[in-house]
């Protein structure tokens, strides 16, 4: 019979009793699954717990062998106890032998018990044991009965904050010096202490003493919450930024959802505080949503983690958000996962660097914290587990190294090599507005890739020329909604007024793939980066496109304005881009509308197929950008973001050499300009090299004008251009080292 909604109250008041008596815990617990069992007319009812060796140890049960008590132990994802431990989630089975993950274990005696329902006991987001029911007869458990089993294991938890025994495999490694390793998603060096993201905050009251006073307790919580958020959204600078006012309406929408208050209401009911309550529910989804595919799907999983962690600071008092607290003077930042807002949230001048459980060289993340260069690794495992705020950290995006808790000796060799990085980028700065003109007097245009007004708005001091890419996509990707058409034209005008006389190219949206809107639901792809996206998804719904375009018209009245298309494949497709182009600008003609003093549209080459139609392209294009990033990936059939084929396709090889040399003659021969961006054309080396092929326009990261600059400054441009083609020659030659060799001979600062 499932539990009414008074037997999970009484049942926990009579828990609550048991657990704060004094006394042996064995015999508490055994008190405790026979109060279980009573109270859900169970057979059986039994606790494991999770050891430090990570084994499962049946540690009390009513109805099962009592022999079998300390001796019968499960792998975590070995049985269905296994099962509940591995995925976090609950088992509710009418008849659990059939399971495929069914295991046997004849000293328990539980032959006679068909159905069978178990939870996970939490504590925080790891799971310290497992909360069995077993029944004779074959049927399911009703949601009731499996929620109210949910309420009793998560005030288990308080009994086994570190396992069983003796601290947690965590709890060793924290404060032991460890040596993570990961991705390095920009570049640079950072001492200083850890913050995690959005901490967990700690629920300590669990039971109820009024369950009136929890609901009116939660519902001047929820008052607040949207009381805070609305006034955030009313003002004008939320953050230091200011871009991302938008992504607050996330969190409106949310806090609204009459669902997810309701279950906290009904988790309340069964006798919990406000705060467990909320907790409870958040448990429920994570284990309904971890391990789906659907990027969709775990970005709303984000969302209502964010959402219950400041509904929790606010019912515990503390900060709205963690950005909010008290940052250490050298932060170094560490999150599981975190979009591009999040970042923009934390105050810059603390912020030393940054640690991603997930992440790769495309997250949009990364570019913004490449524009406020902060060092940062993505793909770092398990640090989240174990790391404590104010823990001492290193990062090493350079290496992609994680030093957490490190030796004096260690923290000692960082320092010596921060203050040598130090001096390197006072070198850089003295040349920062010098022209990047080797000696010889060869001139090279360096831009900067930007997408955000601080890129923008340091672009005098990057030691750049102009914006020679301008990713309009993150305006999208940080709001909620989709941006109204005078939205975006504020914010191109703000954009081109930061800009002056300096030339910006603004290339159109490029969405899809792993560049998701929150309000756009694209769909689960085989290849995502090689679906439906970029200019493909901007042909088939024109009215994206003819708005964003009707507002950069606008924007840029009287002024000149660069336009450039995202993943083109054919020429055909540029054409039909350009033509939705022409009707906003025929739009401006009929109403009599101010226009730009010049337009100029032009394409990125990223995909391979644009390298056999150059001859039908170049003479219908005013400027030609080779997009380093998709198109060595597509090129090379290697998913960029892929850390175990990332790394395999080689940037300076004679198939990318010869293609590159292609592509400029061809440019050349028809008098339009061609470009290369992308984090590849960043480094020293790579631009040297494209510099010897002929190249003289780059457009690359804030943080790599300096070195770079720098390399030009130093190069005769004749002489490595000869040494290079020699190179090229060369049968079976290693290119890099080849190139290596030539800078070190030629005196090339790399």
Known sequence: MPLSMEGPRVLLRRLRELMATVGDRQDRLDKIVQMIAASMEAAVCS?????????????????????????????????????????????????????????YRPETGEDPFISFVGVPILRGDQVSGVLVVQNVTQRRFVDEEVEALQTVAMVLSEMFPTGV?????????????????????????????????????????????????????????????????????????????????????????????????????????????????????????????TGQRDQYLRDRLNDFEDLTNRLLRILSGRALRSSDDKLPRHAILIARTMGPAELLDYDRRKLRGLILEEGAMGAHVAIVARALNIPLIGGVRGIVGVVNDDDNIIVDA??????????????????????????????????????????????????????????????????????????????????????????????????????????????????????????MRIGQEENPAMGWRAVRISLDRPALLRYQIRALLAAAAGRDLDIMFPLVATVDEFRAARELVQKECDRLTKFGLPEPRSLKIGTMLEVPALLWQLDELLSEVDFLSIGTNDLMQFLFASDRGNPRVGN??????????????????????????????????????E????????????????????????????????????????????????????????????????
């Open 47 to 103: 606790i494991y717990i999770r050891r430090p060796d990570n084994l499962l140890e049946l540690y009390a049960t009513q109805g099962l062998n009592s022999e079998s008590v300390h001796q019968t132990t499960l792998k975590i994802g070995e049985g269905l106890v296994g099962d509940i431990a591995q995925h976090a989630r609950a088992l509710n089975l009418a008849e659990a032998p059939s399971h495929p993950r069914f295991v």
């Open 165 to 289: 025994d003796g601290p947690s495999v965590s709890e060793i490694q924290k404060n032991t010096p460890r040596v993570f390793h990961g991705q390095g998603l920009t570049e640079g060096l950072a001492l200083g202490q850890a913050v995690l993201h959005e901490p967990r905050v700690e629920v300590t009251k669990l039971i109820a003493d009024d369950v009136e006073e929890e609901i009116r307790r939660l519902d001047q919580a929820v008052y607040v919450l949207r009381r805070d958020v609305d006034n955030l959204l009313q003002t004008e600078d939320v953050s230091h930024a200011g871009e991302h006012l938008d992504v607050l309406e996330t969190y409106r929408m949310f806090a609204n959802d009459r669902g997810w208050l309701r279950r906290i209401n009904d988790a309340i009911k069964t006798g919990l505080t406000a705060e467990a309550g909320a907790e409870r529910v958040m448990n429920n989804m994570r284990a309904r949503v």
């Open 398 to 519: 350079d290496r992609g190294d994680v030093h957490l808790t490190p030796t004096d000796e260690i923290i000692a060799a960082y320092s010596d090599r921060a203050r040598l990085r130090a001096r390197r980028l006072k070198r850089y700065a003295r040349i920062r507005h010098l022209p990047a003109v080797t000696r010889d007097g060869y001139d090279m245009t360096l831009n900067l890739n930007a997408g955000l007004m601080v890129d923008v708005e340091n672009l005098a001091a990057s030691g750049a020329e102009n914006i020679g890419l301008f990713r309009t996509e993150l305006q999208f990707m940080v709001s909620s909604r989709l941006p109204r058409q005078e939205e975006q034209r504020v914010f191109y005008k703000q954009v081109l007024d930061a800009v002056g006389d300096n030339k910006i190219v603004f290339r159109t949206l490029d969405i899809g793939g792993d560049k998701v809107l929150p309000y």
């Open 648 to 685: 395999r396709y080689e940037f300076l090889s004679l198939p990318v050499m010869h293609m590159l040399q292609h592509v400029r003659l061809k440019a050349s021969a028809y008098g339009v300009p061609v470009s290369i961006c992308g984090e590849m054309v960043g480094h020293s080396l």
């Open 687 to 750: 631009a040297m090299t494209v510099m010897a092929l002929g190249f003289q326009e780059l457009s690359i990261p804030a943080s790599a004008i300096g070195p770079v600059k720098r390399m030009v400054r130093s190069v005769n441009q004749a002489r490595l251009s000869e040494a290079v083609k020699r190179l090229l020659l060369e049968p079976g030659v290693d290119l890099r080292r080849g190139l290596e060799a030539i800078a070190e001979g030629q005196g090339i600062k790399l």
